[in-house]
């Protein structure tokens, strides 16, 4: 299903703290995934519908290196992959392996891959980071993933770091971790966000003059007449 570039352009604009709260409002509490922490932190917003992959616990006689080139294997999923998506791992939160590592990142950055979300660690982190592909993972991790996971398949429904998330829904991520937003709200959401963000700006100002916490944050009604003012004289 294809995205409207300008929603994966706005929500890049927003904070996860402020989609999060979107969320809520709407009756979704587990939107963040936890465990999920920036390879390189301090870089921009990553934004774009789930490309997901999931894996399941090892077994000896499938966790092998043969299934590397098995059918339906990583690889395959990889060369599936459109311009664009985030690949979102399910990776179960397993510490003992990881996921991927340089060679397979690279090759989804030469495909156009958005960037890589795992609720486990990754491996080759010092090739990862030089592929330059952004990435949100639960640390790092020496073996390779057969070392405990099968490459069970991809775009189904997975969970990622106690969320659900289903093939593109749209994901956001930022130095406060990730974010998975059902495609449904996503387009409501990235509007009332910006306004939510506009509104903390000026939120923000207040208090640096000087004003109170009490009644900004959250506002009364007569701080939201102040602030529409406000918007009105800057428009």
């Known amino acids: ?35 999920t922490k920036p390879l390189q932190p301090g870089g921009p917003r990553l934004a774009g519908p789930a490309f997901t992959l999931r894996f399941v616990p090892g077994r000896e006689d499938v966790s092998t290196r043969e299934s590397y080139a098995a059918p339906n294997s990583l690889r395959d999923a990889i060369e599936a992959m459109p311009e664009g998506v985030v690949a979102v791992i399910d990776s179960r939160g397993e510490q ?11 090759r989804m950055k030469r495909r156009g891959v ?41 775009q189904e429904p997975i969970g990622c770091g106690g969320v659900a998330v ?3 829904d749209i994901v956001v991520a930022d130095d406060d971790g ?3 937003l059902p495609r449904a709200l996503a387009a409501e959401i990235a509007e009332d966000g910006a306004e939510q963000e506009d509104l903390e700006a000026w939120i923000l100002g207040e208090i640096e003059r000087g004003e109170p916490v009490k009644g900004l ?14 918007k009105r004289d800057s428009g």
């Open 178 to 180: 990730a974010v998975v």
């Open 114 to 154: 958005a960037g890589i979300v795992s609720d486990g660690p990754m491996r080759d982190v010092a090739g990862i980071r030089a592929v330059d592909i952004p990435v949100w993972c639960n640390g790092a991790a020496a073996p390779p993933s057969i070392a405990a996971l099968w490459f069970a398949g991809w």
């Open 1 to 35: 299903m294809a995205t409207d570039p300008a929603l994966i352009a706005a929500l890049r604009g927003i904070s996860t703290a402020t989609l999060t709260m979107q969320l809520l409002k709407r009756g979704v509490r587990r939107g963040w995934m936890a465990g």
């Open 166 to 168: 289903f093939p593109d």
């Open 217 to 230: 944050y959250p506002p009364d009604e007569a701080a939201l007449t102040r602030y529409r003012a406000a």
């Open 96 to 106: 003992g392996a990881g996921t991927l590592g340089d060679i397979l990142a690279g």
